[in-house]
Each structure stands twice: as C-alpha cells, then as structure tokens.
C-alpha cells in the first residue's frame, strides 16, 4: 500500500524547479502529495534540496507546532528542522510511545490516524496473558483524542525532559516524519548562537561611533536589559528621581525636550532638542554627572521603539569584579565627549537665532521703508495728477474768456445788442461759464 515510485507521480524534474510549490501541490491528489513528501524524506538529508524542503513546508503548513517553530525561531530553522527529519512506518494498532517512558522524538503524521490514551487512575490491574501492547494500554486507559493526517504529537519531549504524559497508538497503517530530540535541539542552540552574534554585530554597528574597546562592547551587550515602547509613551520626565540608568536606543526615533519656565507667563513653555535615533545615548548626563533628577522628557516618537538600559550600579560591581575599570573610563569618556558636542551644536543654534532675529529685524526696517517710500510716490503722483488736470481746465477756461471779450468788443463797436453771456470782465467767473 504504502510503495510509492516517482513513476506513479510523473512529475518532470524541472518543473518542481521552476513552477510555485503551492500551484504543484494543488495539481495532486492526497495520495501523490504523501508519495512525494515519503519520497522526500526517504533520501539522505544531505541531498535534500531546497525545493524538497518547501514541499515538505507547504504540506505541513498547517501545523501548530511547526508554525510556532517559524514565528519564534525563524524560516531557516524550520527548514533545518525539515532537512533532518527521518520516515517512520507503523502498522495498524501499533503503539508509537506509551506513557511514562522516556521522550526522545517528535512525530507529525503524514499519513494514517492514530488515537491518544490516558492511564485510568487509579490504574486498572489487567492479566497480561495473551494480550499483546497495545489491548493492554486500551484497556487500562481511555480514549481522550484523535489525531490525523498534518497533526503531530510529542512535541514535548523536544522542549522538556518530562516523561510521556499518554500513550500513541496507530487507528491504521501510518507513516510520520520524525524529528529526534538532539537534532532538534542542536538546531535551536546553532538559531540562538546565530541570532545572538547577529545581535551582538549589530550591537557593535551601533557603538561604531563612540570610538570604545570590543571588550567594553561585549559586556555592555550582556549586561543591557531591553524595553519597548509605543508611540508617545514616555520614558522619564524632568524633575523625576534619576536612577543612575544610562539608555541606548536600539530602534525607533525618541523625542527629547525641555520645559523652560517663563517668568513673564505661568505658563510653561516646552522646547524641542532632540530627536534621537538608533544608536544613541540618552540619560548618561544626569548618571555621570551625579545629577538627582532628570533634566529633560524623552518620548517615544515612532509606532514603536526599544530601548536597551542598564544601571550604572551594575556595571561598576561588574567591572570592579574584573578588574577592568577602566573600561568604565572609556564609556564616561564617550558620553562626556558626546554630550560637549551636543552643546555645542546647541550654543551654535542658538547663535544662528540671535542672528536670524537681528536679520528679521533688518527685514522688518527695510520693509517698512520701502513701504513708506512707495506711499510717498504713489500720494506725490496722485497730487500731480490733479495738478495738471487743473491746469488744462484752467487753461481751457482762459482761451473760452478770451475769445468772449472778443466778441464783446466787437458788438461795443458796432453797437449792437449784447448778450448777458458775453459780460464776462473777470476771471473769477470761471465757475459761472464752467456750470454752463
């Protein structure tokens, strides 16, 4: 039943090369799936292939277990764990493990159903006579669940070393992937050694900066404690006790500002300083200089932020144990000399605002002139404007008099009737004649 050949399957090498595992898996049936993974895991694991392992992946991808293993530890340890589980067959009825033995694997069923028992309490006494295992265990337990194909049991006998707590015993013929205790447990301790020296690398980019011995890195990295944070959660505030706890930002950006007490208002003003990023100090002023209380706020200022702490206490006892104080130099050192930059970025900013209120002011002087000048010109040729327009009607005026007078000195000599109109002498008449 259980003799499957690639002839059955007919799936072309380059195909499961080039083709998405997810889009080959659903072109088979139940049967060419567990044929394929058996095929899998019957070759030796050191020619299991990448595509064998996402095979193997996506058909146990439902799996609880399997997807804690990838969430916590990682996708490569989980294909590790693939890459060295070994295929167990077992025949219907068979016990795979009974309880209150030793644990040493860890079973998923790819095939097959099988049934978990639970001794009885108190235990029931059987005669062992003609009864093989598995009746036994059946007949002094109870049935508390059933398992089928994707699930798996005894995964805890690769977290702990407790004894089996119910015994496994196959419903019909079954074929597991076994992953063993100690090849599960060398793959964990290689992740964490992995995952702990890619930390400590980035932990040591991180310091670049502070120009600090390796060694002095070394203990700084065992000796943190981490802390995470949210967007707009406060770390500590000013006027709060300081506990001689020195800060290093591990990811996200934190906000450091200051409240300044203005003595024309009550009310207080609060003042940006600083937006700190990875990699950065904050909180070594007020330990190194025996501060008592902190002198500014630090808030978190992205979604989320870590934050690696320490207690300055703590690593005085660490390193006087060693005799190595004078690591504790280099690291005052550091921050000293990095806080004396951080004043003087500061003196500087403030300088360019002394300088950026005196040109405002120029600004606002030269702006007020121009105004004023403008005004004056714009006024000066309104005047002319009407200067002239004036001059021309007076001077329209004029011509309209002087040829009345005229034609009144020429009625005079021949003694004709003249006009009211005409008896025009002055030239404060101009408004009569202009009325008219």
Not at 35 to 59: M, T
Not at 238 to 259: A, D, H, N, R, W
């Amino acid at each position: 039943m259980f003799q499957f050949t690639d002839r059955q399957i007919q799936i072309p090498e380059n195909k499961r090369k080039k083709s998405e595992i997810s889009s080959l898996l659903n072109e088979l049936t139940m049967d060419q799936k567990i044929s394929l993974c058996v095929e899998i895991l019957e070759k030796n694991p050191e020619y299991r292939r990448p595509e064998d392992l996402q095979i193997i992946q996506a058909f146990t991808s439902k799996n609880k277990f399997l997807k804690q293993i990838q969430e916590e530890e990682g996708e490569g340890t989980l294909r590790e764990c693939y890459k060295r589980m070994l295929i167990e067959f077992y025949d219907e009825n068979q016990v795979v493990l009974e309880q209150g033995e030793r644990a040493h694997q860890f079973f998923i069923i790819l095939s097959g159903n099988v049934s978990v028992y639970v001794y009885r309490d108190p235990k029931v006494e059987v005669r062992e006579e003609d009864l093989d295992k598995a009746t036994l265990i059946k007949k002094r337990s109870f049935n508390t669940n059933k398992l089928i194909s994707g699930e798996s049991f005894g995964e805890m006998a690769l977290l702990n070393d407790n004894l089996r707590s119910a015994s496994i015993i196959c419903d019909s013929k079954c074929i597991f992937g076994v992953l063993s205790k100690k090849d599960y447990k060398e793959i964990l301790q290689k992740a964490h050694e992995n995952r702990v020296n890619q930390q400590l690398k980035e932990f040591h980019g991180c310091m670049k900066q502070y120009n600090v011995s390796t060694k002095l890195l070394d203990i700084l990295f065992t000796a943190f404690q981490s802390f995470h944070y949210q967007f707009r959660q406060t770390v500590y505030f000013q006027g709060q006790q300081s506990k001689q706890e020195v800060y290093l930002i591990k990811s996200g950006e934190f906000l450091i500002t200051e409240c300044n007490d203005n003595l024309s208002s009550p009310k207080k003003c609060v003042s940006s300083v600083a937006l700190l990023q990875k990699g950065q100090f904050f909180g070594d002023h007020e330990c190194f200089q025996n501060i008592e209380k902190r002198q500014q706020n630090v808030i978190c200022n992205s979604e989320n932020g870590v934050v690696l702490k320490i207690q300055l206490s703590s690593l005085i006892q660490r390193l006087q144990s060693t005799n190595q104080m004078h690591l504790y130099d280099q690291l005052r050192n550091a921050c000293l000399q990095r806080e004396q930059v951080r004043l003087e970025r500061k003196s500087r900013q403030l300088t360019q605002d002394d300088n950026y209120f005196i040109d405002m002011k120029y600004v606002k002087q030269r702006n007020l002139t121009y105004q004023v000048k403008s005004k004056y010109l714009q006024y000066s040729k309104s005047i002319a404007d009407s200067l002239r327009c004036y001059q021309e009607q007076k001077a329209s005026l004029l011509t309209i008099i002087q040829r009345r007078r005229l034609q009144t000195s020429n009625l005079i000599k021949t003694n004709k009737f003249i006009p009211t109109k005409y008896l025009i002498t002055k030239e404060t008449d101009l408004g009569i004649i202009l009325n008219k």
